[in-house]
T-cell receptor, first 116, second 117 residues
């Protein structure tokens, strides 16, 4: 079974530029998560989708970050404009979405973003 | 608020030694789940184990074992006879119920484990 796919794996941009990350979850997984992992820290949830609806985006900096999951499968996370402090690894995860009690999240390889 | 603390930032041992990674959590929920993930240098978080709050039995999987103690709010992870391939950052996480069947994970800050040959 294919895992969670993410692209690109690496991205270097200058501050104030925009960037987009793509995620394809495990087939059949209804729930999709985007996390930000700053160097030396644990992942922090940015946004969570159940099918194509947002469940939780309370920690998403909405003035510069946006995400969508239009057809309930793939998702795109965008940053515009980027700041130096956005340098991090952006991880995508997915889970079945049947019940929180039975959920296990499976992670993709992440996108390493460096903002200069 | 839910919180996970991994007090050990870095651990370094010689191959074949046993090593224990500590995890302490805080939650007001009576039903919750605890997880361990491994993050090798490649960056992907690899799922290791999930444990629910009603099951305090210890679990063993090969060289890995987990000790869950509700009385001390701890969920520690032991690697027996460590190997160089065990070198990674290990994260403990606590799940929080969400609406619509989703789940929110709160991660600790991670423990970087280095196994030296």
């Amino acid at each position: 079974e294919a895992g969670v796919a993410q692209s690109p794996r690496y991205k270097i941009i200058e501050k104030r530029q925009s960037v987009a990350f793509w995620c394809n979850p495990i087939s059949g997984h209804a729930t999709l998560y985007w996390y930000q992992q700053i160097l030396g820290q644990g992942p922090k949830l940015l946004i969570q989708f159940q099918n194509n609806g947002v469940v939780d985006d309370s920690q998403l900096p909405k003035d510069r970050f946006s995400a969508e999951r239009l057809k309930g499968v793939d998702s795109t996370l965008k940053i515009q404009p980027a700041k130096l402090e956005d340098s991090a690894v952006y991880l995508c995860a997915s889970s079945l979405g049947s019940s929180w009690r039975r959920e296990t999240q499976y992670f993709g390889p992440g996108t390493r973003l460096l903002v200069l | 608020a839910q919180k996970v603390t991994q007090a050990q930032t870095e651990i370094s041992v010689v191959e074949k030694e046993d090593v224990t990674l500590d995890c302490v959590y805080e939650t007001r929920d009576t039903t919750y789940y605890l997880f361990w993930y491994k993050q090798p240098p490649s960056g992907e978080l690899v799922f290791l184990i999930r444990r629910n709050s009603f099951d305090e039995q210890n679990e063993i999987s090969g060289r890995y074992s987990w000790n869950f103690q509700k009385s001390t709010s701890s969920f520690n992870f032991t690697i027996t006879a460590s190997q160089v391939v065990d070198s990674a950052v290990y994260f403990c996480a606590l799940s929080e119920a969400q609406i619509q069947g989703a789940q929110k994970l709160v991660f600790g800050q991670g423990t970087r484990l280095t196994i030296n040959p």
